[in-house]
């Protein structure tokens, strides 16, 4: 079967005209809550890392937008180490003339937790290896020099 050839330019001008006509997106209120917490920790127990975000708008809220950050590092032994992080985000009502716009707000929360373990900062770890076997004994025994040379 044959089909009739239409000119390529015909094509991309109907795809850019059905393009520019299409209706603009609109948005509604946003609220994105964004949280890192990193622990890095000579503890081989692993540490408690919470996060609750709380989110609430108006029902008339519209093209408002709320961002909120927060990152909490630790680098240390971390006996009992816990990480805890509450965040709340309320957006106000908006006048329904000034933006006439009906959907739900987008509420956005990112979460990284990150729980290392370094034994450097391990104080068993610590004795284990710079004072025990690794060295040896002092007055002549199996030591670091005499393994590596």
Avoid: W
Wanted: hydrophobic share 30%.
């Amino acid at each position: 079967m044959k089909f009739p050839s239409i000119p390529f330019s015909l094509c991309s001008l109907a795809i850019v005209a059905g393009t520019i006509s299409a209706a603009p997106a609109e948005a509604t209120c946003i609220a994105i809550d964004v949280s890192n917490q990193v622990a890095v920790h000579g503890s081989q127990e692993g540490v408690e890392q919470h996060n609750d975000p709380h989110f609430a708008a108006d029902p008339y809220c519209s093209g408002s937008v709320t961002v909120d950050t927060g990152s909490q590092v630790y680098v240390g032994p971390g006996e009992g180490l816990s990480q805890e992080r509450t965040s709340h985000h309320f957006l106000g009502d908006s006048d329904e003339t000034d933006y006439p716009v009906e959907g739900p707000t987008i509420f956005i929360p990112v979460e990284t937790q990150t729980d290392v373990y370094a034994p450097p900062f391990d104080p068993t770890f610590q004795e284990q290896y710079y004072y025990g076997d690794y060295y040896g004994d002092a007055l002549g025994g199996d030591n670091l020099y005499s393994r590596h040379f």
